[in-house]
T-cell receptor
Framework: GAVVSQHPSWVICKSGTSVKIECRSLDFQATTMFWYRQFPKQSLMLMATSNEGSKATYEQGVEKDKFLINHASLTLSTLTVTSAHPEDSSFYIC?????????????FGAGTRLSVL | DAKTTQPNSMESNEEEPVHLPCNHSTISGTDYIHWYRQLPSQGPEYVIHGLTSNVNNRMASLAIAEDRKSSTLILHRATLRDAAVYYCILRDQGTYKYIFGTGTRLKVLA
């Protein structure tokens, strides 16, 4: 299957700092990417839809000024957690959509575990 | 957003078939049914998807009810590596969004 690379896989940061997470589609172009958050023993929660060349669309309750999303190319979307606090500690997962191809599915990255001290 | 309902957990013996059910009574005519599985501390892995007809691939089979209000993921011979949380998801064909339900935690017994 298609490969989506997510980096870093694990990050620890101090409260008040910002953290950037990258999501790359390695062997296909993705007009649309998605960002999810997952707390322990819970399901994935969709945070936002990232569209190449336009502003991201955020789900209800997700602060757009806190979770900055940039999708500058067809193979790269970034999520920046600004002024991180301990309650932002979570597992963040991205996916890239193959819409426009015959498959029409999402491929997921391996996730980034964020720990805010 | 259409939702799915799955049992919280299921158990299976190794090398036996497993049938994982999913209810999606509010499915719309254009929603595809997707199945993914997730191992601890990993991103979800694609398993299979379909619209109306039953589907087979090397990983599993997907049986879709005639009214499309339910589906069943079939693992023909469960192995220990199949132990995971399995998610049944409806894909919105307009926004491409996935809305994850709670999933089924499959335990495979040796």
């Amino acid at each position: 299957g298609a490969v989506v690379s997510q980096h870093p896989s694990w990050v620890i940061c101090k409260s008040g700092t910002s953290v950037k997470i990258e999501c790359r589609s390695l062997d296909f172009q993705a007009t649309t990417m998605f960002w999810y958050r997952q707390f322990p023993k819970q399901s994935l929660m969709l945070m936002a839809t990232s569209n190449e060349g336009s502003k991201a669309t955020y789900e209800q309750g997700v602060e757009k000024d806190k979770f900055l999303i940039n999708h500058a190319s067809l193979t790269l979307s970034t999520l920046t957690v600004t002024s991180a606090h301990p309650e932002d500690s979570s597992f963040y997962i991205c996916s890239a959509d193959t819409s426009g191809s015959s498959k029409n599915i999402q491929y997921f990255g391996a996730g980034t575990r964020l720990s805010v001290l | 957003d259409a939702k799915t309902t799955q049992p919280n957990s299921m158990e299976s013996n190794e090398e036996e078939p497993v049938h994982l059910p999913c209810n999606h009574s509010t499915i719309s005519g254009t929603d595809y049914i997707h199945w993914y599985r997730q191992l601890p501390s990993q991103g979800p892995e694609y398993v299979i998807h379909g619209l109306t007809s039953n589907v087979n691939n090397r990983m599993a089979s997907l049986a879709i009810a005639e009214d499309r209000k339910s589906s069943t993921l079939i693992l023909h011979r469960a192995t220990l590596r199949d132990a995971a949380v399995y998610y049944c998801i409806l894909r919105d064909q307009g926004t491409y969004k996935y809305i994850f339900g709670t999933g089924t935690r499959l335990k495979v017994l040796a």
